[in-house]
């Protein structure tokens, strides 16, 4: 089913940094090619540039009362019935997390004929033993965000399928449609292989192995990766890696620290343009992807290695779905253990046959599962058309 006009509604969006950002623009510019008049409301923000394929309004402030009945107004100049899906990080409409009102708004644009789709990237904040009660609260709204959006939404979408248990808890009546909508790599593929080999004759100008790793090393990653770079580094001279995103420089800088052998063999790029990151991205003989919850869909981290053809080594875990054990795809260690991963990097450097086979599948598998089109297909159906 064409869609004639379709309203993304986002926290961020470009310039303004992050995989949400990066996932709506990326989905933007696909539901215009497929058709689609396609209108972003975001939160203020940079100006972003005009192009023909996107409208985006920067007219939903902080998302506070009324910012919203602005939103109302604007909204509502457009023909019915208006299609909004909603991009959901509970965190990305401000009020700590907590901005409750913004899920009743949408509660009430239902009422007032609105069909309300929601993309949950995230569900709410899982606690953890040593979260202190103030987290409890945070939960507490938070659970009551994902009942108001389950009673706007006649359909949801999620980024894994596990996310799909919690939201059935939080129905208040009915079942909706839940679709797992994995998330496409939003890095592109940029084919320059002399822009590949200038990066490399930088980086291993003695044709060292190039491992890396792709994110922005948030506490949870970065301390997985902190066991495991300096043993693969101490263990072969021969060897550099590369930290690639937002986020390397404070890393390296923390580890070079402490392990001060590591200085010119640990290097970060810090934030790159898309266009720059593929090429870094192609230029790596290995990408190394820890996860504490396990390797899953909602990590476009990885879905840019697969996406790039590249050899992944990643982990296993309770978020893991369970297709990643459906082919060889990527090397996967069978936890979130750092000595399970070094044993599984080092099994694949030690193979060049395998490295060579994780590499030609990778691609594929990518284009099978998660390429942007299926995701487009997916929105552009009614909601009695997807499975449940």
């Known amino acids: 089913m064409a869609i004639d006009c379709l309203h993304l509604i986002t926290g961020e969006y470009p310039p303004q940094p992050g995989g949400v950002a990066d996932y709506t623009a990326l989905l933007g510019r696909e539901l215009a090619k497929a058709g689609a008049d396609v209108h972003v409301w975001s939160s203020t923000g940079p100006e972003t540039p005009t192009t023909s394929e996107v409208t985006v309004h920067r007219s939903a402030g902080r998302w506070s009362r009324a ?15 208006r299609r909004l899906l909603v991009q959901y990080v509970p965190n990305a409409w401000g009020y700590k997390g907590m901005n409750l009102g913004f899920c009743h708004w949408l509660v009430h644009r239902r009422k007032r004929g609105d069909e ?9 904040y899982q606690l953890e033993r040593r979260d202190k009660p103030a987290r409890w609260l945070l939960v507490l709204v938070q659970r009551l965000m994902a009942r108001a959006l389950m009673d706007a939404c006649v359909c949801a979408y999620v980024s894994i399928p596990s ?5 059935r808890k939080s129905e208040s009546s009915g079942r909706r449609p839940i679709v797992w909508l994995p998330v496409p790599s939003n890095v592109p593929l940029i084919s320059d292989p002399d822009a590949v080999a200038d990066v490399r004759r930088r980086l291993v100008p003695r044709g060292q192995t190039l491992l890396a790793s792709f994110g922005t090393f948030g506490e949870t990653i970065a301390a997985m990766l902190a066991r495991i770079v300096p043993r693969l580094l101490q263990y072969d001279q021969g060897r550099v890696f590369l930290l690639l995103g937002r986020g390397g420089d404070r890393f390296a800088s923390r580890l070079i620290a402490e392990h001060p052998d590591l200085a010119g063999r640990l290097i970060s790029t810090g934030g790159l343009s898309p266009e720059a990151l593929s090429i870094h991205l192609q230029a790596c003989d290995l990408l190394i992807q820890p996860y504490p919850d396990g390797i899953s869909s909602r990590r476009t981290s990885l879905m840019a290695g697969l996406a790039h053809g590249l050899a992944v080594v990643s982990n296993l875990g309770p978020r893991s779905e369970p297709l990643w054990g459906q082919g060889e795809c990527l090397a996967l260690a069978p936890e979130p253990n750092p000595e399970a991963l070094i044993r599984r990097v080092e099994s ?9 086979a994780l590499r030609n599948s990778a691609r594929t598998f990518y284009l099978n599962h998660f390429e942007i089109t299926r995701t487009v297909e997916t929105i552009c159906g009614t909601p009695a058309d997807v499975a449940v």
Do not use: K
């Open 67 to 81: 910012d919203l009945r602005r939103l109302d107004a604007e909204l509502d100049a457009f023909a019915p019935p």
């Open 163 to 167: 996310w799909e248990s919690l939201l």
């Open 116 to 124: 309300i789709r929601v993309m949950f990237h995230e569900v709410w």
């Open 348 to 356: 694949i450097l030690a193979a060049p046959q395998d490295l060579s």
